[in-house]
């Protein structure tokens, strides 16, 4: 299969390597010589490493670095069967891309996006042919992350579908299938782990280190929330959160903190600008942590609480199947346990209850119970 990859900053990059790895004729494509050259070292590197730790021979390497070509114009790309962009998330930008991109590949390729954030939907109107385009949203570092979710558009041919899905997954990658809505499944089911935590972090119920605490040892999180949002990068996290929220009507639930605001108004991104939410010098000071066991068990209900109502929510409304909504979440973000059967070992009711005893501390919408959590419960009882 002849792949088209746009975009070779890291995850453009990584998908190129997922793709050659599976024996693609792979053709990666930026503007920039410069970041195109950058993305070949990077690569070079990443392979080296690989032989070295003897993930992969000599020989292999080298068979899957022939299938890369680094291409400096879109017109390379005139024989790909698909081809994926992964460029800054700016529809404006993305959708002349793609009404380029139209003129020069063939009518049966397949356009995809590999945006996190972005309405399919409206990428795919800026093609004549928009029954050809998808969403195919890898998770970085893409070679590593098993999940891929794959979103139809409302225009998206059920073939281009099916085509999509199966390459994937043959291409080693564990696909789910998630509807054309804010934040797919992973970025809308998870909002709640960041959201609560700078909530609890805000009403001054516990410091950033206690909360990350709580979250780990309570929930057995590999990374607490603020950890995580320093890995992630504060901008990039914040800039999902503002479009989820604003994407879905400004719905509390989704409501950006100014904390992390002001973090990224700061230039405090997190561990890639040495400050975050943490501080990540040389000579820092590791934070003390309240080690309160009835506090960190708080910590850890509420929050919980908060990611299965949600996950309960995308059930509801379709986004996915229970399946794939737990798949998504331990496979797309490394969570213990599917949060939909974690909440049937926890007991769906004490779910409810908890939702509902928030709802009526705050009298917040932020804390109204799903419907389906409801009926889920009464179904379980």
């Not at 404006?92 to 390729?109: G, H």
């Amino acid at each position: 299969m002849i792949v088209g990859v746009i975009g070779s900053g890291t995850m453009g990059s990584g998908i190129a390597q997922v793709a050659a790895t599976a024996g693609c004729k792979v053709f990666l494509f930026d503007e920039s010589a410069i970041a195109l050259q950058k993305a070949e070292s990077r690569l070079q590197s990443t392979f080296s490493s690989l032989v070295e730790k003897g993930k992969l021979s000599f020989e292999k390497s080298a068979e899957i670095r022939s299938n890369i070509q680094y291409a400096s114009s879109l017109q390379e790309l005139k024989n790909a069967e698909l081809v994926i962009e992964a460029i800054v998330e700016n529809k404006e930008i993305k959708a002349k891309l793609f009404s380029n991109l139209e003129q020069i590949v063939s009518n049966d390729c397949i356009l995809a996006s590999n945006t996190s954030s972005l309405s399919i939907a409206s990428l795919a109107a800026s093609c004549k042919k928009p029954e050809r385009f998808i969403g195919i949203h890898f998770f970085n570092p893409a070679p590593l992350m098993a999940l891929v979710e794959i979103i139809p558009a409302v225009q998206t041919s059920e073939i281009v579908m099916t085509k999509a899905f199966y390459t994937i997954k043959a291409w080693g990658k564990i696909p789910v299938k998630a509807r054309d809505t804010p934040g797919f499944i992973v970025n809308r089911v998870a909002r709640p782990f960041y959201g609560e935590a700078l909530r609890i972090f805000d009403e001054g119920l516990a410091d950033m280190p206690t909360i990350d605490w709580a979250m780990k040892t309570f929930g057995g999180f590999k990374m607490g929330p603020f950890e995580l949002m320093d890995f992630i990068g504060n901008d990039v996290n914040f800039t999902v959160t503002e479009t989820v929220f604003h994407s879905f009507f400004c719905d509390p639930r989704y409501m950006p903190s100014f904390t992390q605001k002001r973090m990224v108004e700061a230039g405090y991104l997190g561990r890639k600008t040495g400050r975050g939410f943490y501080d990540y010098s040389p000579n820092a000071i590791k934070p003390s942590v309240d080690e309160d066991p009835d506090l960190g068990k708080m910590i850890f209900d509420r929050t919980l609480a908060m990611l299965i109502n949600e996950a309960a929510e995308a059930l509801h409304y379709g986004i996915a199947s229970t399946e794939d909504i737990d798949l998504a979440m331990t496979k797309g973000v490394n969570y213990p346990k599917g949060l939909l059967n974690w909440g049937k070992e926890i007991g769906l009711q004490t779910i409810v209850n908890q939702m509902d005893n928030l709802f009526e501390e705050y009298h917040d919408p932020r804390y109204r119970a799903s419907s389906k959590l409801r009926k889920m419960a009464t179904e379980c009882a």
